[in-house]
């Protein structure tokens, strides 16, 4: 019935049930999912609303997925349902150079959008680290972030429109240039659980004429993370600040050759954008309180293709670790800014007391950890060592007035951790947006709220 | 004749959790208020049988200097927290009119979007966190002080704009960012047929001003003087380099727009921003209403000259301020006396509306507001934004009727 429906609504061409095609889509970077009952990728927002009026006549839950590079279980659904994938609802339909906007479709692929803006002295800020596969869709479901927005900030701030299909099929649109409730903040980092973005008006930069990269060698992680704190507080923002260990840089060096020195205990990796005049003093004044701070040597890449390595390396880190374990589980949790060397040791007590290996890749300037604990899978001991690991480096962010996420999002993964940062009543507000978008619950069911919760109904006294 | 509403300064989130919770069980209706800078944004509740002032919740709840972080309650005035953030060479970017009496909650409910935020972003850009009573009496906390966080629903950034008609806001938490070393402002007459080409030269320059303005009028509230179309207002902020160099290519854009000579001042240069700022929603007695439209950038310059034609047709008299940085157009429409203003205001409203039907209403103090349309055309999303109403506010306890859509 279901398949019958979305096939002469769209096509067989659309419409995806063979067992083997299902399988790919019951994962996405988290280890866990549920094998959904079809598959389908529409071509326009109109081919949206028939899925989801076809979804909910059949009484089927919708995920809407970009590329799977999520890391919390947000793109795959739990039980059944119809997974909507944008692959082919991936293009720019309109760059507006003047007004520096564009609008794209949710399947266009994040680094594309700034390769195609560039011959227009423009470019789309937000860089996850999956930027060359991970979509603008995916990335607006999870607000995500990436190295520059440190001074650039997190999706949500270069968002300025959506095109959204709700959860009966109709369309409706936000922008921020009306009047009315920001329903564009409501929306992006709503995990897919409000609507389903078809379109999105995004805000692009002029892309600097002077951009400084420099590699920050020190002694220990302990030195690295005090200098960038201490850079926080003497007021100095550059556009991006992002410390690697050396389990993390001799990966990178071993797959990339990037130009990491491997025999440093930690690397900063600084990154200075704005007027050619200023470049100088800028870098001059970082590098003084980086030295400060135990740093051992500082080197400034000399090129564009220097630079193009340095950050190539930097967000192949993840990738590269394939080298040291089979498996990695990356941990997302976040700091305030002065708490990142508390929270280092915290990381690094975790993993020795639980005998896991960890790598550490961050956006430090952001107080934003990304350990990255190694296991094999096959290993049932290493798996709970894992669990117990990220458990308690999350416990540790929280108790350092921290938070579960700071970027990947909550999804499956994280949800009954949703309460150890929000009291039921801060969940309920939550969840009464939830009630006007999605009362049914058909809408990426099981994600960001705490198992037990989904239809929580909080009145008055 | 309808007593006067009770009016009542709670000191305390839980306080004010209280009061708005027995108001809502006896069916009473809250007006909110802050400074009132920004009243004329909206429309009068319809009804009030309290009035909660915020003023009372102010002070800084936490000053993380080290992590460039700040909460603050939300009656605090927005010249405290800029006073407090300068002592330490960083700034969030308000840009709100009378910072003096603007509090951080007001101008976060009237979802102020200022000058410089082509530049530094909007002030919901560095919201991180926040506290907030609901119409039941409930306080439901949002985010807290990490500048990253996407645990749940953005709920801090959602109640923006929303004019207390959806929860009080109590705390606001922000991220922060240094200021810039240096700030210089241009004022240039502009000379019969300059003022479209000195709006584009300025929307072209290469190094970004923090603000440009095409201004008209608003003699002795923004500084300069009109010539045959009025004036050129330029703010830039940054390094000595940067002023440098801005400042050779402003004069030269200006130059090539047929704008023969720039004034640069350094001493004041923001504090004379700042009364631009004030302009926008300053207020003739009751002699005037100031309407505003978010156009995009080229599209600002023609939207203020229609409004300028309508009123012309009324024989109002008109001034405006063009932000050619961000699109908006303000134009201020004035007679000689209330009386006068009043026997033409609604005809102007509703032809008004009929060329720019985007056309808010920034200020007035005039007995007809609530006859005009205030809000403009009503967005594409009110229905969902009706339901969220609902969903938040059933009993429609908090400033009922006062924003879009009769919500």
């Known amino acids: ?461 | 004749m309808k007593a006067l509403a009770e009016r009542v300064a709670p000191q305390s989130a839980e306080a004010a959790g209280e009061i708005v919770g027995a108001c809502d069980r006896a069916g009473e209706k809250v007006s909110i208020v802050g400074g009132n800078t920004l009243e004329g944004m909206s429309l009068p509740p319809e009804r009030v049988d309290l009035t909660l002032d915020v003023t009372a919740l102010r002070g800084v709840v936490a000053n993380e200097r080290a992590d460039l972080t700040l909460a603050v309650r939300a009656g605090t005035p927005l010249q405290d927290v800029a006073t407090l953030l300068a002592a330490q060479g960083m700034f969030v970017p308000f840009d709100a009119p009378q910072p003096l009496y603007a509090t951080v909650g007001g101008t976060l409910a009237a979802g102020w979007a200022g000058p410089r935020r082509h530049l530094y972003g909007r002030v919901r850009d560095y919201l991180i966190g926040s506290t907030v009573v609901l119409a039941d009496g409930t306080i439901a906390r949002a985010g807290g002080m990490v500048v990253k966080n996407v645990a749940g629903y953005d709920m801090s950034r959602f109640y923006v704009g929303s004019f207390g008609t959806l929860g009080i806001l109590v705390q606001a938490n922000f991220k922060t960012i240094p200021m810039p070393p240096h700030a210089r402002c241009f004022l240039a007459p502009l000379p019969e047929r300059t003022r479209e080409r000195a709006a584009v030269q300025l929307a072209g320059l290469s190094i970004r001003p923090s603000a440009a303005f095409i201004v008209r009028g608003f003699e002795n509230a923004v500084d300069g003087e009109d010539g045959d179309e009025g004036r050129v207002f330029a703010l830039i902020e940054g390094s000595d380099a940067l002023l440098e160099r801005s400042t050779l290519e402003i004069r030269s854009a200006l130059g090539r727009a047929g704008v023969p000579e720039t004034q640069v001042i350094d001493a004041g240069a923001r504090a004379s921003f700042e009364r631009v700022v004030d302009a926008y929603v300053a207020c003739l007695g009751e002699r005037s209403v100031t309407y505003g439209i978010t156009a995009l950038a080229g599209g600002a310059e023609r939207c203020a000259l229609e409004i300028e034609a309508v009123a012309l047709r009324h024989a109002l008299r008109t001034e405006s301020i063009v932000d050619a940085m961000n699109g908006d157009a303000v134009v201020r429409v004035s007679d000689a006396d209330a009386l006068a203003l009043g026997a033409k205001i609604e005809t102007f409203d509703e032809a008004l509306h009929e060329v720019q039907p985007r056309a808010r209403v920034f200020a007035s103090k005039h007995a007809h507001r609530a006859s005009l349309r205030v809000w403009g055309e009503p967005p594409a999303a009110l229905e969902q934004m009706k339901a969220l109403k609902a969903r938040f506010d059933p009993n429609r306890t908090l400033n009922p009727g006062r924003f879009i859509g009769g919500i």
């Open chain 1, 1 to 461: 019935m279901l398949r019958e429906r979305l096939v002469e609504a769209l096509g067989a061409g659309a419409v995806k049930t063979e067992p083997e095609d299902l399988a790919v889509y019951s994962f996405d970077a988290y280890t866990d999912g549920g094998r959904p009952s079809a598959v389908v990728l529409p071509q326009s927002t109109r081919d949206v609303c028939a899925i989801v009026k076809i979804a909910r006549d059949c009484g089927e839950p919708i995920v809407a997925r970009g590329a799977g590079t999520g890391l919390c279980g947000g793109a795959v659904p739990m039980q059944g349902g119809v997974v909507l994938s944008f692959a082919r609802m991936n293009g720019v339909l309109e760059l507006d150079v003047a007004n520096r906007r564009a609008r794209v479709q949710p399947g266009l692929i994040n680094r594309e959008l700034s390769r195609y803006a560039a011959s227009s002295g423009l470019f789309y800020a937000p860089d996850p680290s999956s930027q060359l596969i991970s979509t603008i869709g995916g990335n607006i479901a999870t607000n995500a972030g990436g190295p520059h927005c440190l001074s650039y900030g997190t999706t949500v701030n270069h968002v300025v429109g959506l095109e959204v299909v709700d959860a009966s099929g109709e369309v409706f649109t936000t922008s921020l240039d009306d009047a009315g409730y920001d329903l564009t903040a409501a929306l992006v980092g709503s995990e897919g659980t409000l609507g389903i973005v078809t379109s999105a008006w995004l805000k692009l930069m002029t892309l600097p004429e002077d951009v400084r990269v420099a590699v920050v060698a020190f002694d220990d992680l302990g030195s690295a993370s005090a200098a960038v704190s201490a850079i926080i507080a003497a007021g100095i923002v550059p556009t991006a600040l992002e410390i690697m260990d050396a389990v993390i840089t001799r990966a990178v060096e071993a797959a990339f050759h990037a130009g990491y020195p491997t025999e440093a205990a930690a690397i900063l990796l600084v990154e200075h954008a704005g007027l050619r005049e200023d470049g100088e003093s800028c870098e001059a004044a970082i590098e003084a309180i980086a030295r400060e701070h135990g740093a051992r040597s500082w080197r400034s890449a000399s090129s564009q293709a220097e630079r193009d390595a340095l950050w190539a390396g930097r967000k192949g880190a993840a990738g590269a670790t394939g080298r040291i374990a089979p498996n990695y589980y990356t941990q997302d949790v976040c700091v305030p800014r002065s708490k990142l060397p508390e929270a280092l040791r915290a990381v690094e007590a975790a993993a020795a007391q639980n005998g896991i290996v960890v790598g550490n890749v961050f956006h430090a300037g952001d107080g934003n950890l990304h350990p990255l604990l190694m296991y094999d899978r096959r290993e049932r001991k290493q798996v709970a060592a894992v669990v117990e690991t990220g458990n308690v480096i999350l416990q540790a962010a929280i108790d350092l007035g921290g938070t579960i996420s700071g970027e990947h999002g909550v999804g499956w993964e994280k949800r009954d951790a949703m309460t150890r940062v929000y009291s039921t009543a801060d969940l309920a507000t939550m969840g009464r947006v939830r009630d006007v978008f999605d009362p049914a619950r058909m809408l990426n069911p099981e994600k960001i709220f705490p198992s037990g919760t989904q239809c929580v109904e909080v009145k008055a006294p």
